[in-house]
């Protein structure tokens, strides 16, 4: 299973990454997790344009889900369209949400590129993996997920602030992709985002084999959000997500 990071900045692009989404590959089966604005773009130097087998959003926030709509518009339009649907496991409010971000009513929708699946807490096959997926701490809808081929697996905080179930789903995970979008400050919002260090400290609780600390946030400095993170008390391998990394989970 390989996992490539394509987009990992938090809450907007950033110079060097555009924001959320990650590739995870297995038996020549694409799958991408988060799909933030930008990151079509980056995509396409790691996989061809119509290569995606599935895709799965942790909540509606923009830079988590928007570039859905400049790919409805690759799949509707290019040039052997029609091409096969692809299936999108979201929050239900995904067709209608993500309709009107396109400027397309609700019906037909972008229902000729994908097809919606109503996303719940519990476990879905999809293509080689068995993706789980757990409500997290944020303002809206939003989950975690866990991915697994049955031999290695990954697991993504999507938005979270501080949450049990993040440690659940990444209980023994090869790779922890963990948000880490604030900086250690008074007054930081609960229930919203995680800083670096209490990343850690969900790695730790979760014993996995490596943190990768993603959503980095561009008006952060970035060696600050590691440096926190060593306060976590996880000892494996931490390190700062960037666009382009790839990660050979055996
Ligand atoms: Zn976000
Ligand atoms: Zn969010």
């Known amino acids: 299973m390989k996992v490539t990071i394509v987009g990992c900045s938090g809450s907007y692009p950033g110079p060097d990454s555009p924001a959320s989404c990650y590739l995870v590959e297995a038996d020549g089966f694409r799958m991408l997790l988060d799909f933030g604005s930008g990151s079509l773009g980056a995509l396409q130097r790691h996989i061809g344009l119509y290569d995606v087998d599935a895709i799965c959003l ?126 250690e400050g008074p007054d930081l919002p609960p229930d919203l985002h995680l800083t670096g260090r209490q990343a850690a400290e969900h790695a730790a609780k979760a014993d996995v084999g490596r943190l990768v600390l993603t959503h980095l946030v561009p008006w952060n400095d970035q060696a600050t959000v590691l440096d926190e993170a060593s306060g976590g008390g996880y000892d494996g391998p931490v390190e700062l997500a960037r666009s382009g990394a790839v990660y050979d989970l055996a």
């Open 58 to 183: 942790s909540h509606l926030h923009a830079d988590h889900c928007l570039d859905i709509c400049g790919y409805h518009v690759a799949r509707t339009y290019g040039p052997e369209a029609p091409y096969p649907t692809v299936p999108v496991y979201a929050p239900a409010d995904a067709p209608a949400r993500l309709a009107a971000a396109y400027g397309m009513p609700e019906e037909p929708g972008l229902e000729t590129a994908f097809e919606f699946v109503p996303l719940t807490a519990g476990s879905y096959e999809i293509g080689p993996f068995v993706l789980t997926a757990g409500l997290v701490n944020h303002p809206v809808e939003a989950y975690g997920f866990r991915v697994t081929d049955g031999t290695a697996s990954v697991a993504y905080s999507g938005d979270t602030g501080q949450c049990d179930e993040l440690v659940k789903l990444a209980a023994g995970a090869d790779l922890l992709l963990c948000e880490a979008s604030f900086v």
